[in-house]
């Protein structure tokens, strides 16, 4: 597909799903020019912590000296970026190569601003396909993850030895609020989870809601309103705190470490702080409704190629993604951002220099992308309304049921 046709007029539609599009993941900042015609190449990264020293900057100079070409780097926040991209596109200045966070790819390419792994020859052989699934929309793909990162259990081992649980039985539901109920019994606090009104609200119900069964193109199931109705359980029986209302994955993670908490739902990006709280903890990942390992949404970003007015640019960005995702390069990236590698072979690699990374393996092997069976620019207003359903829920102003036939009418 030529570079005219693919580069349409971006539409208003495009831009409001786009900020919409508030994500669970932290990002970048910046801007420059394409450098077409030079031996300047353009990126834009959502990684504004890592400056010119840093490890990742020299990784990216590294791939530009191996292609041939200089790297111009720019970082913006991961709020900023998606609508830098937008604008930029708009006055034909895209970076050449842009690293971005999943659920903004499906709308990106749904507006035309990103080329397809078949118009640029980029091999994704080697990743994941629950992982790739996330930039995929009408049955094209769009880049290649560099890294994930997901949602789990952690336990705090203490608490659970005082309470009489047996972490080994918590393998569904029913056992982990049984857990829950032996927790309070004993004087602890059950679970800590981020419920608030925004996207981390939906970004923490999605492993119910699809370890229930149910599908995020039908809210209105019996399986999603026991997912919710499970939530709704346990505050009602002060298994969980009224503050999940409000909580962010921050402030939820700092009620777990307090040492209270029997379990919090949250990220790998905690690791280190779980370390550094001086906790005895362990990691579980979500359990299904009856059972197995419930499909989490997945954090991280995707390493993208933008449309240009030279195509013939194509070829050194391809290189460039290349080096970047390669499997020399990923366990290095991969472990400076607290992700998991989004290929098998390197997903090895940090089980056994790390084994707290096991869990967190399995996890992104279950997980599952927000945007994923094209649900692309749909996914914005679906989670809306399923976080403004939780909200209604958990403060008692709705049933699930109601609240849920609610948020599928609305989100249709």
């Not at 949602?151 to 056992?175: F, M, P, Q, R």
């Not at 209105?220 to 009224?242: E, I, M, R």
């Not at 949250?266 to 390992?293: C, E, F, R, S």
Request: with cysteine.
């Amino acid at each position: 597909m030529n570079s005219s046709s693919r580069q349409r007029r971006l539409t208003a539609a495009a831009v409001t799903a786009l900020v919409m599009a508030v994500t669970a993941t932290a990002c970048s900042s910046g801007s420059g020019s394409s450098g077409a015609g030079s031996g300047t190449y353009t990126i834009w990264d959502p990684y504004p912590q890592f400056d010119k020293a840093s490890a990742w900057t020299k990784l990216l100079d590294q791939c530009g000296t191996k292609a041939g070409v200089k790297i111009k780097r720019t970082a913006f926040d991961t709020s900023d970026l998606g609508n830098k991209t937008l604008l930029a596109a708009q006055q034909g200045n895209s970076p050449d190569v842009l690293i971005v966070d999943n659920p903004v790819v499906s709308t990106l390419a749904e507006a035309g601003v990103l080329t397809t792994t078949d118009d640029t020859k980029l091999d994704t052989s080697k990743a994941d396909p629950n992982l790739l699934a996330a930039g995929q929309s009408g049955g094209k793909t769009y880049g290649t993850p560099i890294g994930a990162n997901t949602l789990a259990l952690y336990y705090n081992k203490k608490v659970l030895k005082e309470a009489g649980v047996d972490i080994a039985s918590v393998k569904d539901w029913t056992s982990l609020t049984a857990a829950l109920e032996k927790v309070k019994k004993a004087g602890k606090k059950g679970i800590t989870f981020s419920a608030i009104g925004t996207e981390e609200g939906s970004f923490q119900f999605l492993p119910w809601l699809w370890g229930s069964g149910a599908k995020l193109t039908a809210l209105d199931s019996s399986q999603a309103v026991s997912a919710l109705s499970l939530w709704k359980d346990w505050l009602k029986n002060g298994y969980a705190p009224n503050s999940v209302l409000n909580n962010t994955q921050t402030t939820s993670w700092q009620e777990f470490a307090g040492g209270d908490y029997a379990f919090s739902e949250n990220g790998t990006w905690q690791l280190a702080n779980a370390k550094k709280a001086g906790l005895d903890y362990g990691v579980l990942p979500i359990p299904g409704a009856n059972g197995g390992n419930a499909a989490a949404p997945t954090g991280g970003e995707f390493v993208t190629i933008p449309v240009q007015q030279d195509t013939g640019r194509y070829t050194t960005s391809q290189k460039l993604v290349t080096c970047l995702t390669s499997t020399a390069n990923l366990y290095n990236t991969d472990t400076t951002l607290s992700y998991v590698a989004p290929t098998g072979e390197v997903q090895g690699k940090q089980v056994a220099a790390n084994a707290d990374l096991k869990p967190w393996v399995a996890a992104v092997k279950a997980a599952r992308g927000r945007t994923s069976d094209d649900l692309g620019t749909k996914y914005p207003k679906i989670s809306e309304q399923m976080w403004k359903a939780v909200q209604s829920v958990l403060s008692g102003s709705k049933s699930p049921k109601d609240a849920l036939t609610s948020a599928q009418a609305a989100a249709k």
